[in-house]
């Protein structure tokens, strides 16, 4: 493990091949048929807001967009309802991932909650727009599971680039 006294630990670079498999693997646990609730975290948006704050060079807006589309057509809902909720997502995450990766995962939590909010206000605002009835205030519950759910993801998906490198006599860290 690569750390130095006083400081964060270093981070070794992020496998292309790992983060577009959390993508996937995030979109095909929110296509699993259990029935969904209004309260359900949405997974997906979890983890393009992940790589949008941590890689924001490789999981930009497009990929968000491409995401969306999925699952617009998967659940049969209006066309661009969660592509327009990812993009926002996806903006705003790359808009605020220099200021906080500053912070602890706590504090990160919080400051991703409004994000996670604008996102579930846009789908049920575009769901209205189309003749929709009002989902209930139960809506609400889901971007505070999805802040919660924050360290967990963080801790998962920065798990691959935490591991000690193999030893090398030339190199001081």
Do not use: C
């Not at 296509?31 to 979890?46: E, F, N, T």
């Not at 929709?132 to 139960?138: D, E, I, K, L, N």
Request: net charge positive.
């Amino acid at each position: 493990m690569i750390k130095r006294p006083g400081q964060q630990q270093l981070l070794l670079p992020v496998s292309p091949v790992f983060m577009w498999t959390s993508l996937i693997a995030a979109a095909l646990v929110n296509l699993i048929p259990i029935g969904r609730a209004v309260w359900m975290p949405d997974l997906l948006a979890l983890v393009i807001v992940f790589w949008g704050v941590h890689q924001p060079m490789r999981v930009g807006i497009g990929a968000a967009f491409v995401f969306g589309l999925f699952m617009d057509v998967h659940q049969s809902s209006m066309l661009g309802q969660h592509a327009l909720s990812y993009t926002t997502l996806g903006f705003f995450a790359i808009t605020i991932h220099r200021r906080l990766l500053w912070y602890p995962v706590l504090s990160q939590a919080l400051q991703v909650l409004p994000l996670f909010a604008l996102s579930q206000l846009i789908e049920v605002v575009t769901r209205l727009i189309g003749g929709g009835v009002f989902p209930g205030w139960a809506v609400l519950i889901s971007p505070a599971i999805e802040a919660a759910l924050w360290p967990l993801v963080t801790a998962l998906l920065l798990a691959p680039q935490r591991r000690t490198p193999e030893p090398d006599e030339n190199r001081p860290l």
